[in-house]
């Protein structure tokens, strides 16, 4: 029987959301202008989905527009994982296992309730403005996965090569490196569990 999993840190936490949040943010294609168009959303800028947050939740419209493009995002990823063989026995950006997904998710909700911002509350790698820049987005992967992340493409992802980082931060700073060279689709760096 697996043992139980250490609660994390919310510094660790708060690191996981803070990349899953700027890959989802970075992944919309339905803004103006888009961005690099791995879902078809526009759930963040004041112009387009942020707009109708912003009425309807007035005090959490920032995070709820977040929440909103990382399910968008979660569900894209779910679906490329659906493809491979054993995809529960795959950790992802947007999918870390039962007991730390629930933990990102339950950080998430406090902090939409503590009234900060999202600027305010986490360290995100660039700022997440309407302006968008590939090359920013790139450099800032590669500085948190520390260089280039090895992996092999192969059918449905890009397979990390190396040992898989037991700690979920710097696995998730990992998957994150392996977004890097930017795809036309979502690319779904993955590790694969092993047994």
Partial sequence: MPTPLT??????????????????????GRCAPPRLKWWET?????????????RLLPRTHAWASLEAVREAARRVDEKARGKMAHPDRMRTIFFLGFETDEQVGDRLAALKREGRTP????????????????AALVDALRGLAEGEASFE????GRQ????????????????????????????????????
């Fill in 160 to 195: 990390l090569k190396g040992a898989r980082p037991e700690a979920p931060e710097a696995l998730v700073r990992r998957l994150a490196g392996a977004l890097v060279p930017v795809a036309a689709q979502y690319p779904l760096p993955f590790f694969r569990l092993e047994g």
């Fill in 7 to 28: 609660p994390l840190t919310d510094m660790a936490l708060d690191a996981i959301l803070a990349l899953q949040l700027t890959v989802a943010w970075a992944g919309e």
């Fill in 42 to 54: 526009d759930l963040i800028d004041e112009e387009g989905g942020g707009d109708l947050f912003k």
């Fill in 119 to 134: 600027a305010e509350a986490l360290s995100f790698p660039l700022p997440l403005t309407a302006t968008f820049y590939t």
């Fill in 153 to 156: 493409v192969v059918p449905g």
